[in-house]
């Protein structure tokens, strides 16, 4: 470097040795600013390959009761396939969860409550690989509903609604009777869909049967996707729809097997 400056200089006879010893200085401090850049910018590459490689998505909360088994997670970034339509949420707050399981099923959770308390479940079940079994027991449901009660499960019969008969059971609990929550069950094998939940609407068993009557009535599918069955499962219940009974009309009707605290015989075949 040496030699070669001092042959620029014998080459420029005409500049003070003073300011070519300058200008040599702010050379040296160009490339010396050149070198720290090129340092810099190839530590900012390598941090940025680092943070891209670490897995920033939110470390899944532990599964809601709902959920039995380490493999479900909450999937939050998944829409609402479903929704209850004009449900009576006077008072009421509502939330929609979605959880997933690694070999296929996926679980769409819809829950109500009033003043923290929580009033009504609905699950809708599609299962994936991961199924053992047909569908959520009796038991399952009342766990859901409260691990710490409602352990006596008594048959409540059937309430009519657009997918066909729903199976219903009582949860027994030291309220008595005159407290007790109704559970639901529904398998459509055809559209590979289990309906499940529970219900803690009305006051007495006759506007619970009729309020689980309802939510069926008013359930819709928001997105079918790639699951041309489930669509025409829907397509064909909305067919089928039937008005909710409530209030006065209740009152009249409450000997009807839809809403009756007891079956009566049924009108016509299943």
Request: glycine letters at 8%.
């Given at each position: 470097m040496r030699s070669f400056l001092a042959s620029r200089r014998q080459s420029q006879p005409g500049i003070h040795p003073a300011l070519q010893s300058f200008a040599d200085e702010c050379r040296g401090v160009i490339w010396r600013l050149l070198a720290y850049m090129g340092a810099l910018a190839f530590l900012v590459i390598i941090a940025i390959s680092l943070f891209e490689s670490i897995d920033l998505e939110p470390i899944a909360e532990p599964a809601a009761r709902s959920i039995s088994g380490a493999s479900w997670s909450a999937a939050g970034r998944s829409p609402p396939a479903f929704a209850v339509s004009h449900?009576?949420?006077?008072?009421?707050?509502?939330?929609?969860?979605?959880?997933?399981?690694?070999?296929?099923?996926?679980?769409?959770?819809?829950?109500?409550?009033?003043?923290?308390?929580?009033?009504?479940?609905?699950?809708?079940?599609r299962p994936g690989l991961e199924a053992a079994r047909a569908g959520p027991s009796a038991?399952?449901?009342?766990?859901?509903?409260?691990?710490?009660?409602?352990r006596e499960i008594a048959g409540e019969g059937i309430v009519d609604s657009k997918f066909g008969p729903v199976a219903?059971?009582?949860?027994?609990?030291?309220?008595g009777d005159s407290q007790r929550c109704l559970g639901f069950m529904k398998n459509l094998a055809a559209a590979n869909l289990q309906v499940s939940g529970w219900s803690c609407q009305g006051d007495g068993l006759p506007a619970r049967r009729a309020a689980i009557a309802?939510?069926?009535?008013?359930?819709?599918?928001?997105?079918?996707?790639?699951?041309?069955?489930?669509?025409?499962?829907?397509a064909h219940a909305e067919l089928k729809r039937g008005d909710c009974v409530s209030g006065a009309a209740l009152s009249a009707s409450s000997a009807d097997w839809v809403s009756g605290?007891?079956?009566p015989s049924l009108r016509g075949s299943l």
């Open positions: 449900f009576e949420s006077a008072g009421k707050t509502e939330a929609y969860e979605v959880f997933r399981h690694p070999d296929g099923g996926r679980r769409d959770v819809l829950r109500w409550s009033m003043a923290d308390r929580p009033v009504a479940e609905l699950e809708l079940y038991d399952d449901v009342a766990g859901r509903m409260d691990p710490g009660g409602f219903l059971f009582g949860f027994a609990d030291r309220l309802c939510t069926f009535n008013r359930l819709v599918l928001l997105a079918a996707r790639n699951e041309p069955r489930l669509a025409e499962l829907f605290a007891q079956n």
